[in-house]
């Protein structure tokens, strides 16, 4: 795909479309496309873009978000967002003579790739994901759609997954419904939970994960660990009957946290520390092993062992973050900030956790989406 950019009316043009863009966006559209795949921090872009002036650094995520809306009818741009570095803008070559790779459309290779991708999703190596994904043209494959919408998820790529035309919104409902998760106060995330359960909005497997494992947290984080505790026969028991064997470990973690929210003695978190260790020796996931450390840190912090408390909460939070999946570091860091703030009484290492969680946030640029995403999912559940 080729632009036509015109600085004199602050348009851009590619074959029969033309968009009007504000001086800013178009100098900022006009700076990324002269130095297309390569990747910019907010501050290099404040440099080039607003020279002289002192804007802040949400100031290019504000640009960002309002040229991604405006140019979602040039299917073959994108501006994504490169985790922990910053932007970059990205063309599909469309010329006629461009060669293709003979295998990119085998159905064998396809398959084959889905595969790895799966097993990478299960281990949780997000950063292993996106590597390969950027790695399709020159390897010669192509990308699931069901594989791009999880790509989408790992980033933290919420514009797209608000907006995209390219897969159907059922198969976004419950990567959506996770972000939104995360905004707000718990107790509300619950109602809502709990609705789009009973309205049947979603596949059955993002149904099933919805019933027997997220709304667990939600329960937990809502101040009813109870009801956490009393739905869990009935989650291992689908787990069991369906043969979902991977869902065991992070279930088993989500019944450590429920136990030590509803003041369970150390005698039976001692029991249940040791059967998670052990799967997780067979199973070493690393979205499970993070979130065992921070459950674990949790209960160190139940315990006034302030020091472990923090040294197992930061590993926890650098295992989540080494994955590369956004939304799992944002788990991280949601489930320390609540937990504190329901069960344990004031602390400074709880007020360092809140900071972070609200840099994560703010650096996610998912503190904005809250309302839309609402919307968004309300308007599912009457049609």
Partial sequence: MQLKLDGSNFTVAAGETAIQLLPKEFALLEFMYRNKG???????????????????????????????????????????TVRGSGYCLSLKETASGTLVNPTTYDPELRDAMREVFSKFHVYGQGRSMLSLASQKDILGYELDPQVAVTLHFVQGDLDWLMHTEEVPLKDRLFHLFVFYMFTGDPQKKLAVCERMINAQVMHERDQLELDILTILDLFILSGVPERALARLPGSYQAISERGYENFVPVTMITELFAHLAAGSGNDVLTRLDEAVVQILQEKPFLRETGGYKIVKGLWQLRENQMAEAGRLLDEGLEVLERSGFVPLSLYGFYRIYHYCR????????????????????????????????EKLLMQVMTI
């Fill in 342 to 373: 329901l069960y344990l009484p004031p602390h400074p290492l709880h007020r360092k956790y809140e900071r972070r969680f609200i840099e994560a946030m703010e650096e996610s640029g998912l503190s904005r989406y809250e309302q839309p995403l």
């Fill in 38 to 80: 390569c990747t910019f921090t907010r501050g290099q872009l404040l440099d080039k873009v607003w020279p002289l002036e002192y804007p802040v650094e949400r100031t290019v995520d504000d640009h960002i978000y309002r040229l991604r809306k405006k140019l979602r009818p040039f299917s073959g741009l994108a501006l994504q």
